[in-house]
């Protein structure tokens, strides 16, 4: 059974870099059959996509947040991190990692989600 | 890269059906048949539901389907239980850009 679980700070401040990691457990991150991904959820509303990697290192991102969002994958590690820089309140948000599935690109597996804040 | 519509919300009572739609474009939910709807109760993880448009992963009840017509796509809750109330959301993949989009979410009360 395939598991994900996101770690890293809690609090943030404004203008600094939030950093998050997601590690995978029960499979290969290097498996071809699947991109990593990163989601958040801000308070009461919807999700929004971040972006996501491949285990080579190719990664795609949400043109609202591309730039300043960084995806980078730890193969030896079986993890995946998101940087997201200049963060604001705005950035407040539940962040999930998650697996989607290629090509069907559907997000099959979901760590628990992290909350970050952010302020000063 | 636009949010897909979904009603804000549904409602049904037990035993009942309700469909809930999530409106796209030609370049995600029309152009291809990746699809996707999550389930979502307070304070978890989504959880995957439909895939595909229409195709169900193991362990989820056949009292949900999936469906498109065209630049919309459908999820329906047929006999519908208490344990349906959540949240539910749609997704789409767009092949030529390689976004993901999701539905901005239906809240689903059971009466």
Request: proline fraction near 5%; glycine fraction near 10%; hydrophobic fraction near 30%.
């Amino acid at each position: 059974q395939v598991q994900l679980q996101e770690s890293g700070p809690g609090l943030v401040k404004p203008s600094q870099t939030l950093s998050l990691t997601c590690t995978v457990s029960g499979g290969s991150i290097s498996s071809g059959d699947y991109y990593w991904s990163w989601i958040r959820q801000h308070p009461g509303k919807g999700l929004e996509w971040i972006g996501y990697i491949y285990y080579s290192g190719s990664a795609y991102y949400n043109p609202s947040l591309k730039s300043r969002v960084t995806i980078s994958v730890d193969t030896s590690k079986n993890q995946f991190s998101l940087k997201l820089s200049s963060v604001t309140a705005a950035d407040t948000a539940v962040y999930y990692c998650a697996r989607l599935r290629s090509p069907s690109s559907n997000f099959d597996y979901w760590g628990q989600g992290t909350l970050v804040t952010v302020s000063s | 890269q636009s949010a897909l519509t979904q009603p804000p919300s549904a409602s049904g009572s037990p035993g009942q059906s309700v469909t809930i739609s999530c409106t796209g474009t030609s370049s995600d939910v029309g152009g291809y048949n990746y699809v996707s709807w999550y389930q979502q109760y307070p304070g978890k993880a989504p959880k995957l539901m439909i895939y595909e448009v229409n195709k169900r992963p193991s362990g989820v009840p056949d009292r949900f389907s999936g469906s498109k017509s065209g630049n919309t796509a459908s999820l329906t809750v047929s006999g519908l239980q208490a344990e349906d109330e959540a949240d539910y959301y749609c997704s789409s993949y767009a092949v030529n850009n390689k976004y993901v989009v999701f539905g901005g979410g239906t809240k689903l009360t059971v009466l």
